[in-house]
Nanobody, 123 residues
Framework: QVQLVESGGGLVQAGDSLRLSCAASGRALSTYAMGWFRQAPGKARNLVAG????????YYADSVKGRFAISRDNPKNTVYLQMNSLKPEDTAVYYC????????????????WGQGTQVTVSS
């Protein structure tokens, strides 16, 4: 099991940028594919971005393509989500998640979760 702690959320205006970080501990990050999910009030938790074990491939939900970028630094045991051109509809709690499954674009494969960080985008 890996422990995950997100940081970097906050209140921003539409059009601004934020970078979320997810610090992992307990096991080497390179043994996990990683993902960022988000959950808005009253809605399901959805996968917005995923990255393979060594960062050579990524997945993005259509709603964030071209605006968000996921990356990882395995020696630092950290995964990032760079969010640009933020919109009010990006408002949600963002969760970092891990899986040892190679199909990191399948939300059902994730099983270790962080506690989440709130992102609020005002119009």
């Amino acid at each position: 099991q890996v422990q995950l702690v997100e940081s970097g959320g906050g209140l921003v205006q539409a059009g601004d940028s934020l970078r979320l970080s997810c610090a992992a501990s307990g096991r080497a990050l390179s043994t996990y594919a990683m993902g960022w999910f988000r959950q808005a009030p009253g809605k399901a938790r959805n996968l917005v971005a995923g990255i393979s074990y060594f960062g050579d491939s990524t997945y993005y939900a259509d709603s964030v393509k071209g605006r968000f970028a996921i990356s990882r630094d395995n020696p630092k045991n950290t995964v990032y989500l760079q969010m640009n051109s933020l919109k009010p509809e990006d408002t949600a709690v963002y969760y970092c998640a891990a899986t040892t499954h190679p199909y990191y674009d399948d939300p059902s494969n994730y099983y270790d979760w962080g506690q989440g960080t709130q992102v609020t985008v005002s119009s």
